[in-house]
C-alpha cells in the first residue's frame, strides 16, 4: 500500500479510468466517481452508494478526497462575495463569486501568487509562491457552490484570479478537462475563459489542444514601449510576437479572442492610443474589454475619470469596434481585478 494518498480531484476521467483498469476494475467507474464528485458532490467514498464496499475501501486506501478551509469571506455592496481559501500547506488563495442578473460567475486563482511583475498588479508583489494543482481549482467551485440558493449553479468561471493560468499549463489543461467532463460538472466551453498576461508559445499550444475555453490576452499597451513598462513578459514576448500568434490561433466560426486593456489615467487612456489599438488588431477577429484600472491603497497609477473612460469606449464603438467596460464588482473588498493578495501582505 502507497503511504502517500493522492487527491481523487486532481484526476480527469480518463486517468482514473486507468487507475480503475490497473485495479482489475471496469474503466466506467471512473465516470460514477466523477457524478459523485461534480454532479452530486459528495465529500466521501462511503457516499458513493453504487460501488461495493471493498471496492470504495480500495479507493479509500489511494485517494483521499479534498476540501478548502474557509480562512475569511467578505461580501461587497454589490452582491459579490471575495473567498480566501486556505490550502494543505497553510497557503491562501482568492476566488471571487459575482452575481448576475441571470446567473452566478466564480473567478479562480491558478496559482499562489505570480511570476509575471506586471507593474499595476498586487498579486504580483507576492511573486510566484507555487502553482496549484487541478484539485486545487475544482476545489474553489465546489466550495463556492454549496453557497448559492438549491438548484442554482455556477454558469460561468474565468480564469482571471490570483496567478497566470498559461505558467501553471498542464495543470490548467487537466483542469479544464475535469470542468468540462459530461459526466461531472459538464461545464460548456463557452462558458470558461482562460486569460493570460501573453505567453505566445503556449497561446499557440493551447490553439491546438481538444479542450476549449474562450481566450482572453491582457493588453494594456498599444506599443512595446508602453506595455513593456506594465508587462515585463512583454520583453520576451513582444506586441509583434503576440499578434502573430494570435494570427495563428484558431478561432470556431463567431468566436473571437478578447483583449483585456486596462485604462489607466494619462498612461493608456488617451483617443490617440484608442486608435492605435485598432491599427494594432486590425486583421483579428477580437472584441475588448475596457477595464479601468482599480486603484489600491498605495497604487502609484491612477483610474481616469468617467468622462475619458466613456470617451475612449466611443471611441472603439464609433469605428466598429466591440468594446464592452467591465465594471469591476467588488472594488469594495479588494476583490476586482488585480486587487487579489493575500491579506497577510
Ligand atoms: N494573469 C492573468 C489572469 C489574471 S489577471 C492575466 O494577466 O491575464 C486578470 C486581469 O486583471 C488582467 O487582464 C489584468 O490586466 C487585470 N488587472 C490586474 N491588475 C489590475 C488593476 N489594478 N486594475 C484593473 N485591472 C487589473
Ligand atoms: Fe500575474 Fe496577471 Fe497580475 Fe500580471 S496581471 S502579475 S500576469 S496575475
Same mark, same amino acid.
Given at each position: 500500500m502507497e503511504n502517500t494518498l493522492k487527491n481523487i480531484k486532481d484526476y480527469t476521467v480518463d486517468e482514473l479510468a486507468a487507475w480503475f483498469v %490497473?485495479?482489475?476494475e471496469k474503466p466506467f467507474r471512473a465516470k460514477q466517481v466523477f457524478n459523485w464528485l461534480y454532479q452530486k458532490k459528495v465529500e466521501s467514498f462511503s457516499e458513493m452508494l453504487n460501488m461495493s464496499k471493498a471496492l470504495r475501501h480500495k479507493m479509500g486506501q489511494h485517494f483521499f478526497i479534498s476540501r478548502l478551509k474557509r480562512y475569511q469571506q467578505i461580501h461587497a455592496q454589490d452582491g459579490t462575495i471575495k473567498y480566501v481559501f486556505e490550502l494543505q500547506d497553510q497557503q491562501r488563495i482568492e476566488s471571487v463569486l459575482m452575481t448576475h442578473r441571470d446567473h452566478y460567475t466564480v473567478c479562480v486563482s491558478s496559482?499562489?501568487?505570480?511570476?509575471?511583475?506586471?507593474?499595476?498588479?498586487?498579486?504580483? !508583489?507576492?511573486?510566484?509562491?507555487?502553482n496549484l494543482a487541478p484539485g486545487e481549482v475544482i476545489d474553489q467551485i465546489l466550495e463556492i457552490w454549496k453557497d448559492l440558493p438549491e438548484n442554482e449553479g455556477i454558469r460561468n468561471v474565468v480564469f482571471m484570479g490570483m496567478g497566470e493560468p498559461f505558467h501553471n499549463?498542464?495543470?490548467? @489543461?487537466? $483542469? #479544464?478537462?475535469?470542468?468540462? %467532463?459530461?459526466?461531472?460538472?459538464?461545464?460548456?466551453?463557452?462558458?470558461?475563459?482562460?486569460?493570460?498576461?501573453?505567453?505566445?508559445?503556449? @497561446?499557440?499550444?493551447? &490553439?491546438?489542444?481538444?479542450?476549449?475555453?474562450? #481566450?482572453?490576452?491582457?493588453?494594456? &499597451?498599444? +506599443?512595446?514601449?508602453?506595455?513593456?513598462?506594465?508587462m515585463p513578459i512583454n520583453k520576451a514576448y513582444?506586441?509583434?510576437?503576440?499578434?502573430?500568434?494570435? !494570427?495563428?490561433?484558431? /478561432?470556431?466560426?463567431?468566436?473571437?479572442?478578447?483583449?483585456?486593456?486596462?485604462?489607466?489615467?494619462?498612461?493608456?487612456?488617451? @483617443?490617440?492610443? %484608442?486608435?492605435?489599438?485598432?491599427?494594432?488588431?486590425? &486583421?483579428?477577429?477580437?472584441?475588448? +474589454? #475596457? @477595464? =479601468?484600472? +482599480?486603484? *489600491?491603497?498605495?497604487?502609484?497609477?491612477?483610474? =481616469?475619470?468617467?468622462?475619458?473612460?466613456?470617451?475612449?469606449?466611443?471611441? /472603439?464603438? +464609433?469605428?466598429?469596434?466591440?468594446? $464592452?467596460?467591465?465594471? *469591476?464588482k467588488g472594488q469594495d473588498i479588494q476583490g476586482a481585478c488585480g486587487q487579489l493578495i493575500q491579506s497577510s501582505l
Open positions: %490497473a485495479q482489475n496559482q499562489v501568487g505570480c511570476a509575471m511583475g506586471c507593474d499595476f498588479c498586487m498579486t504580483a !508583489q507576492m511573486g510566484l509562491i507555487r499549463y498542464q495543470n490548467i @489543461i487537466s $483542469t #479544464l478537462k475535469i470542468m468540462l %467532463a459530461d459526466v461531472g460538472f459538464n461545464f460548456s466551453s463557452r462558458r470558461i475563459t482562460i486569460s493570460t498576461s501573453g505567453l505566445v508559445p503556449q @497561446i499557440v499550444r493551447f &490553439g491546438q489542444e481538444e479542450v476549449k475555453a474562450n #481566450l482572453a490576452i491582457s493588453l494594456n &499597451g498599444v +506599443n512595446d514601449q508602453i506595455r513593456s513598462q506594465l513582444d506586441l509583434q510576437k503576440l499578434i502573430t500568434g494570435c !494570427q495563428t490561433y484558431p /478561432l470556431e466560426s463567431r468566436k473571437r479572442i478578447t483583449f483585456e486593456y486596462i485604462l489607466i489615467k494619462e498612461l493608456t487612456d488617451a @483617443i490617440e492610443d %484608442a486608435k492605435q489599438l485598432i491599427k494594432l488588431l486590425h &486583421g483579428l477577429k477580437f472584441k475588448i +474589454n #475596457l @477595464i =479601468p484600472y +482599480n486603484e *489600491s491603497p498605495g497604487s502609484k497609477y491612477k483610474r =481616469p475619470s468617467p468622462d475619458q473612460i466613456q470617451a475612449f469606449q466611443r471611441y /472603439l464603438l +464609433n469605428h466598429g469596434v466591440t468594446a $464592452t467596460l467591465r465594471i *469591476s
